[in-house]
């Protein structure tokens, strides 16, 4: 990843991730799903989202204020 991108969520649920990606799209912020999940074994390794750096304040914001993206207590 380049220099200027920067991880702004990570989840172990790629479903997760897909729903922070697209939200983020939506609200016109390009954003990148990294899969560093094992292959052999889906519950090793987490899904990363990364966006802009420039963008990065502004995404944590939105996503802090998605309530599908907040983990189930």
Do not use: H
């Not at 966006?51 to 995404?59: G, I, L, Y």
């Amino acid at each position: 990843m380049e220099d200027n991108w920067e991880k702004i969520f990570a989840t172990n649920q790629v479903v997760r991730a897909e729903i922070a990606r697209s939200v983020l799209e939506q609200n016109g912020i390009n954003a990148v799903v990294l899969n560093k999940q094992s292959s052999s074994y889906p519950l090793f390794g987490l899904c990363e989202v990364y966006v802009p750096a420039e963008d990065a304040t502004s995404a944590k914001n939105l996503l802090n204020d998605e309530s599908s993206l907040k983990e189930s207590e």
